[in-house]
């Protein structure tokens, strides 16, 4: 996810980096959620999709290949090096004839005239929680799709995340890391407020879920899961430290405790995704 600063608008502020080991990290959650993301997009086929901070472009090129052979997907992204990357990644996949990568802001994205009000689905995914006016880009994705079109809308809500045995230094992390959002002008708890954003953007809501995004000891996927946290930790930690909420002893002690934790035997993590989708009138 990302976006260029507007002239117009106080920049975004995205505070995971574009780092090797960031990307990543990103990788493995995007392996771990697409499938639910791709579950309840229900693409029908031969639609076209634009999709708003498309990142490494894993879920841009699997929504292109879900819709069958006549979809076609473009990707809006401000980093040049996740543009670079996502192109070849494409290219080595065969797919560089679905999708268009390009790089620009998505309150002001790179699409030419004829395509404004032409899309058939606009999709963002944990783009609205890092930037200053949700409710302005969600507005800009009606304006992309046709009448009748589709907006579909992933983020996080950081306040439902449960650790089973608990982890008191990791939720004082947790609780440091969600209090830098605001002060960088970003909203921690966007997912609940998704069809809120979707009706006030002129889109008429249809539906609300989660995507489950947790899990437990005994499963394949938990150690990928406690990585992905200890990951979006670390990618917090100069801001948590600038915060001065924790000191750097506090805030490596609860990385070593969560490595611990993710070891036992009877460690459970809960989170999800909210997801909703709306669709313009017409």
Known sequence: MAERESPSRAPSSY?????????????????ILNEGSLREAALRGAERIVDFGSGLGQLTRAMARAGGSRSRAVGIERSAEQIETATRLAREAGEEDRVDFRQGDVFDPPLRPDEWGAFDVAHARFVLEHVPDPAALVRVMVRAVRPGGRILLADEDHDILRLWPELPSVEKVWRAYIATYPRAGNDPYVGRKLVALLHDAGAKPRRSTWIWFGGSAGMDMFPHLIRNFMGVLESGRSAVLA???????????????????????????????AWAEGVKPG
Do not use: C
């Open 15 to 31: 505070v995971h980096g574009t780092a090797p080991e960031e990307q990543d990290r990103l990788g493995v959650l995007n392996r």
């Open 243 to 273: 915060s001065k909420l924790l000191s750097v002893a506090e805030f490596d002690g609860a990385i070593a405790d969560l490595d611990r934790w993710g070891k036992r035997p009877d460690a459970a993590l809960w989170f999800a995704m």
